[in-house]
């Protein structure tokens, strides 16, 4: 039974010290245009309350099932019991459970539940307060827990004995597909959550569902309780474009016809024999009325809107209450509000979610787990004081394995821009992203701030500037947003300002309506001939001079490459890379602010697992990007006349036009090579002119594999320890509950010597170890090697095997 138990004390201490924990840290966010979530006060009342559904089997026995040889609960009644964790314990599970065996005298009963972290089916039974914990905080995921009552001792160990009698797949109701080892979608924010003292279930209740072309209502039709009928009903109306008055509705049965009285459809259902289950008795199915839903059907409720519509959520992502709306009327033919449409998008993100209010509370808590498992990252967090509270207003997040990796080689180039964020509260995400030498981005560091403010803006850069220092040649690009040009004066003053081209091309558009003056603006942000960046701006001058006063007044920065500096190798005249970003992470803009920067996190962990990856696959010495762009300029070099000086100089000329090309120096009139790092045609043409085969050694090293190899060995560790309220950091667990760990290691391998009883297998063996459910905790990969002459055959009294675990991260 202790194997079967995850968790000694200090996991049960864990839900307790949540609760008690000192609530100084609680702050309550605040966001721009003065939209703010609800005080968050400090007595324990505030806190939100943990909820969770037990769905309590009693009355019944348990089988084994002849397809699976699994246990089957079977016989049996079901009771859904929704609790709150910071007050209910066992003594009242075990009262609820007593009485529902009232009428038998001291009755032996066992009450257990199953151990989802195994492989096989296990049962761990409930006899006290502690074991009550263990169950809550191993389902805490999914919110929702089965526990199974029986009077007979039959929930011991799976290898019972095959004389027991078999429940038949065919014949006897069984419980295989509510199995407890796949986490529940149902959300106990919803509105269609109910605690109706109805909601009692029969096993052997064949469940009816309800879609846009499977209509179940008929005589005979059964449904899991009064509620499940109700919804099918209003799904069934609106689908065939009707509406209905109820004549009789209570706990036991219910009556109800066409709206039109001159109509003949009616409806009458009743609870069976099992007290639960609703079996329609009567329906006249035709309708003798004329009907529609185009002016709307009061049975499409937010209730309903938010059951239709979760699916397409879940698989477009976010789409706009008014996309919705046209959606419905498409498929459903029924003219819903907007309001109703808006507010059944709200409940779906609450569902999916969980309240957005809640993200707030474990702000500190997620940044504490950040430092603990990612030492030496720069992580944020700024608050507003108000009288004894606080309030949100910003959070950073630089891991040391993104800023190391950006200074060790990355091209010292950061691209900034802030998205708008889609969710209850406004705000804005803010992201600096680099370039490697492949031209892949690198996030390095990302925030999310109350609004594009000067204030705001000041706040990230010194916060980058923290992580990542002043590295020498480091150019900043942008979009010239609302209070970042003052930022970056005061925070990076010497450094290199960049403006990004299409940017200030559709600025330049909204006060110019010129198509020949917006070619030429993209002509000289080209060039990095500087002599042919000046003849591009007086064309420009000579058509209509305040163009150009235009350009020195409000876009001072630098946007042509004839003006970039030749340290960053980096010749972006566009902030594309923030907006791949930006596009990248679109999905989870739309979330919570913990499931959002979390949510970060874990994409910027799998992509530089990814990445690694794909290094190790590379062969040469120059990563892909720059052995295309030889390839590329080595063809058709005919046309290019070489007069050659010494041996490292030259006069290239082609069409009239003439280039000094200096190998020694790695530099070329035309400036692409010094710009770029990576040779110009007439360089190239210059090699080839020498017959030089190592054209390797004309690239600069930040193309190197080598150097793409040291900005990917850095590790971003993973958040073994979630953060309670949290659905996407997982379960809460302390570092003492967990043997099987991974630390600054990418694997750890756990040896143990095993004795095997007679006529016991090895895959058996290996099963009931408890480091694979320790990895199972992790969410980790298992690698079991098992040294063993022949695996397939049962092993002898008393034979000993080296079994082997390799936990992959």
């Known amino acids: ?56 089997k009693y009355g019944g026995i348990f089988r084994l099932s002849k397809k699976t040889f699994k246990k089957m609960y079977c016989f049996g009644s079901q009771k859904c019991i929704y609790i709150d964790t910071w007050s209910y314990n066992f003594s009242q599970l075990n009262a609820e459970v007593i009485k529902r065996y009232s009428s038998k005298s001291n009755p032996d009963i066992s009450i257990c539940y199953i151990d989802k972290y195994t492989p096989d089916q296990s049962f761990i039974e409930l006899d006290s307060d502690e074991k009550f914990t263990d169950m809550l905080i191993m389902y805490e995921n999914e919110k929702e827990v089965t526990i199974y009552v029986t009077t007979e001792n039959n929930i011991g160990s799976n290898n019972l004995d095959f004389s027991t009698q078999l429940c038949d797949d065919r014949g006897e ?30 096993d052997d209740v064949e469940v009816n569902s309800f879609t846009r072309n499977n209509q179940n209502m008929k005589v005979e039709s059964k449904f899991e309780n009064v509620t499940c009928f109700k919804r099918a009903l209003n799904h069934h109306a609106i689908i065939n474009e009707f509406d209905y008055f109820i004549q009789k509705s209570d706990p036991t049965r219910f009556t109800a016809r066409c709206e039109n009285l001159d109509c003949e459809w009616r409806i009458h259902a009743s609870i069976m024999q099992d007290g639960v289950t609703f079996q329609v008795k009567k329906m006249v199915e035709s309708h003798t009325c004329t009907r529609s839903n185009k002016g709307g ?125 889609k969710g209850k509260f406004n705000g804005v995400l803010a992201a600096a992203t680099g370039v490697d030498g492949n031209n892949s981005i690198f996030p390095v560091a990302y925030a999310v701030l109350e609004s594009e403010n000067t204030q705001s803006w000041t706040w990230f850069l010194e916060s980058l500037r923290k992580s990542i220092g002043n590295p020498d040649g480091l150019v900043i690009s942008s979009d010239m947003q609302k209070g970042l040009e003052v930022a970056m004066m005061n925070v990076y003053p010497n450094i290199e300002h960049r403006e990004c081209i299409r940017h200030l091309s559709s600025n330049f558009k909204k006060h110019f309506h010129n198509d020949f003056l917006s070619n030429k603006i993209w002509a000289a942000s080209k060039t990095y001939c500087l002599t042919e960046h000046d003849r591009l701006l007086k064309d420009i001058s000579d058509v209509n001079k305040d163009a ?48 959002l920067l979390d949510g970060i996190r874990e994409k910027i962990m799998k992509r530089l697992n990814k990445k690694r990856m794909l290094v190790k696959k590379l062969n040469g010495t120059l990563v892909p990007l720059a052995k295309d762009h030889l390839n590329d300029i080595s063809k058709n070099l005919g046309e290019y006349e070489v007069c050659r000086s010494c041996d490292y100089q030259a006069e290239v000329k082609c069409q009239g036009k003439r280039w000094d090309v200096y190998l020694d120096k790695r530099k070329c009139s035309c400036r692409v090579w010094q710009v770029t790092g990576r040779p110009c045609v007439h360089t190239a043409a210059f090699i080839a002119f020498i017959r030089d085969a190592n054209w390797e050694k004309y690239v600069d090293q930040y193309f190197t594999i080598e150097n793409l190899k040291k900005h990917m060995s850095f590790k971003l560790l993973r958040c073994q320890e979630g953060i309670n309220g949290c659905k996407k950091m997982g379960r809460r667990y302390t570092r003492q509950s967990l043997n099987a760990r991974l630390d600054d290691q990418e694997k750890i391998e756990l040896k143990h010597q095993l004795s095997l009883k007679e006529d016991t297998s090895v895959r058996d063996v290996a099963s009931m170890d408890t480091v694979k459910r320790h990895a199972k905790i992790l969410h980790l990969k298992v690698w079991i090697q098992v040294k063993h002459p022949n695996l397939k055959e049962k092993v002898n009294d008393h034979d000993r095997l080296s079994v082997s675990y390799v936990l992959i991260g």
């Not at 609680?26 to 037990?54: F, G, R």
């Not at 999905?587 to 919570?592: D, F």
């Open 173 to 202: 109701p069984q419980d295989e597909d509510d199995s407890d080892y796949l986490p529940s979608e149902e959300s106990y924010y919803s509105h269609l959550s109910s605690d109706n003292e109805y909601e009692e279930m029969n």
């Open 297 to 421: 059907n009061k049975r499409a409720t937010q209730g309903w809107i938010a059951n239709v519509i979760t699916n397409k959520l879940k698989s477009d992502g976010d789409v706009s209450p008014t996309e919705l709306r046209k959606w419905i009327m498409k498929t459903y033919n029924v003219d819903v509000l907007y309001l109703k449409v808006f507010r059944g998008k709200q409940q779906v993100h609450i569902d999916m979610y969980g309240k957005w209010e809640d993200s707030f509370l474990k702000l500190d808590e997620f940044r504490e787990e950040l430092l603990n498992r990612n030492q030496g990252s720069v992580v944020e967090i700024d608050f507003d004081i108000v009288g004894n509270k606080k309030r949100f207003k910003r959070f950073f997040i630089c891991f040391l394995a993104c800023s190391q990796g950006f200074l060790a080689g990355c091209r010292p180039y950061i691209a900034l821009d802030a998205c708008h964020l």
């Open 548 to 595: 150009i006063k235009y350009l020195n007044t409000y876009h001072k920065k630098i946007w042509s490459k004839s003006k970039f500096g030749t340290s960053s190798k980096c010749d972006y005249n566009t902030n594309n890379i923030s907006e791949t970003f930006n596009s990248w992470i679109d999905e989870l803009r739309y979330q919570p602010v913990l499931d």
């Open 1 to 56: 039974m202790n194997e079967n138990n995850l968790t000694e004390n200090n996991i049960s201490n864990s839900l307790e010290q949540s609760h008690t924990d000192t609530l100084d840290d609680i702050s309550k966010p605040t966001w721009e245009n003065i939209v703010e979530s609800p005080i968050i006060d400090y007595d324990s009342a505030s806190m939100p309350s943990s909820k969770y559904k037990l769905k309590l």
